[in-house]
């Protein structure tokens, strides 16, 4: 499944798990769509994870935030929650260059 999504940041992780064996992986931070409520306002971020290798793609294609179209797919994470595992990704823009409804102080 594809979609696009505003990503703030990307971070890769390499540790041993409980049962000893060796764990690699990413994880891929975004906004989600603002919507204010009574009891939010701004953007949450939401995360993702990803298989290490994209990170270096994703470090060689540039800037953060910027809009990326990413493939996706829904599989089961920690405790068998349904989580979306980013497979792929292409850059869209940068948010400075679509426009950013954040001023600098």
Not at 40 to 60: H, K, Q, W, Y
Not at 64 to 87: H, I, N, Q, T
Request: some cysteine; aromatic content about 8%.
């Amino acid at each position: 499944m594809k979609m696009s999504l505003n990503i703030v940041s990307v971070e890769k992780f390499e540790f041993k798990g409980e049962d000893g064996r060796e764990v690699k992986m990413g994880r891929v931070s975004a906004l989600s769509d603002f919507e204010k409520t009574d009891s939010r306002v701004g953007c949450p971020v939401v995360n993702f994870s990803m298989d290490i290798g994209l990170f270096e793609t994703f470090a060689t294609l540039g800037k953060f935030p910027a809009m990326y179209d990413v493939d996706v797919e829904l599989r089961a994470g920690g405790r068998g929650k349904a989580s979306l595992f980013v497979l792929g990704v292409e850059p869209v823009k940068p948010v400075s260059e679509v426009g950013s409804k954040t001023k600098s102080v």
